[in-house]
């Protein structure tokens, strides 16, 4: 028996979204979910910008 209400499971679906939006939006870089009380509270999204390297040397 499911006793998770409706308002439950509509918050959970849009936690979810929220988790996909934040994977497929990142190129490099990586997604920490913050949980208390068995509940997502926070979703930290750390993203690393690749600079190509110059083809000139210092010397």
């Known amino acids: 028996m499911n006793t998770q209400s409706f308002s439950d499971r509509e918050r959970n679906s ?3 979204q ?3 939006r934040a994977v497929k939006s990142i190129r490099y870089g990586s997604v920490e ?5 068995s509940k997502v509270v926070q979703i930290d999204r750390k993203e690393k910008i690749r600079l190509a390297k110059s ?3 210092d010397d």
């Open 55 to 57: 083809g000139a040397k």
């Open 33 to 37: 979910i913050i949980i208390h009380d």
């Open 18 to 20: 929220q988790i996909l």
């Open 14 to 16: 849009e936690i979810e």
